[in-house]
């Protein structure tokens, strides 16, 4: 059984940085795409940012680029989410999701596999 787990979340000033953490037990696959999406208060999901199994591959949100950047440890089965120069506007419940079947992208079908979220407020 697949379980996905975020961690990291918190309260931080505008222009601070968190680094969001995705731990992944039951791979079912060494071929995977790992992916963050957000969700604000009001908001439907959308997409952050991926990566590819070998993580040559990443991807992001335009709102999100130059400020995150994530990245994976297959060591340790987790993905990271490092977020800089944060905004009121990043505010969000962060979810990690995990997919096995070579799909991933930045819609939510590509994804299989979810977390219960982590939450990140940023104050102005």
């Known amino acids: 059984q697949v379980h996905v787990v975020e961690s990291g979340g918190g309260l931080v000033q505008a222009g601070g940085s968190l680094r969001l953490s995705c731990a992944v037990s039951?791979?079912?696959?060494?071929?995977?795409?790992m992916g963050w999406f957000r969700q604000a208060p009001g908001k439907e999901r959308e997409f952050v940012a991926a990566?590819?199994?070998?993580?040559?591959?990443?991807y992001y949100a335009d709102s999100v680029k130059g400020r995150f950047t994530i990245s994976g440890d297959n060591a340790k089965n987790t993905v990271y989410l490092q977020m800089n120069s944060l905004k009121p506007e990043d505010t969000a419940v962060y979810y990690c999701?995990?997919?096995?079947?070579?799909?991933?992208?930045?819609?939510?079908?590509?994804?299989?596999?979810w977390g219960q979220g982590t939450q990140v407020t940023v104050s102005c």
């Open positions: 999701a995990a997919d096995f079947g070579g799909l991933g992208g930045v819609t939510e079908r590509g994804y299989d596999y």
């Open positions: 039951g791979r079912t696959s060494s071929r995977y795409v």
């Open positions: 990566l590819n199994w070998n993580g040559v591959i990443t």
